[in-house]
């Protein structure tokens, strides 16, 4: 089995490039989180780790995907820690 998860803000791996690799994997699982870019456990992204550790409990389980549509792109980080919109 095989988690990939893409940003639909992506520019340096499109979610369509994703797409083509989940389509050729046999046990493959996509998941696109629209408001992000490129990294999304690096980003900080608690939805997505949420959904990792669901994937590495149990591969064939539904993946706790109710996050993915309220998460939102955050800006930019100011030094103070508090988020641009």
């Not at 989180?33 to 456990?41: A, E, I």
């Amino acid at each position: 089995p095989t988690l990939i998860l893409s940003g639909g803000l992506d520019a340096q791996t499109p979610t369509f490039r994703s797409e083509i690799v989940a389509r050729a994997l046999p046990n493959a699982r996509l998941v696109v989180f629209p408001d992000s870019t490129h990294v999304q456990l690096g980003a900080i992204n608690f939805c997505a780790a949420g959904i990792v550790a669901a994937f590495a409990d149990d591969p064939k389980a539904t993946l706790p995907l109710e996050c993915v549509d309220d998460l939102r792109f955050p800006g930019f980080i100011l030094p103070d820690g508090s988020a641009s919109r």
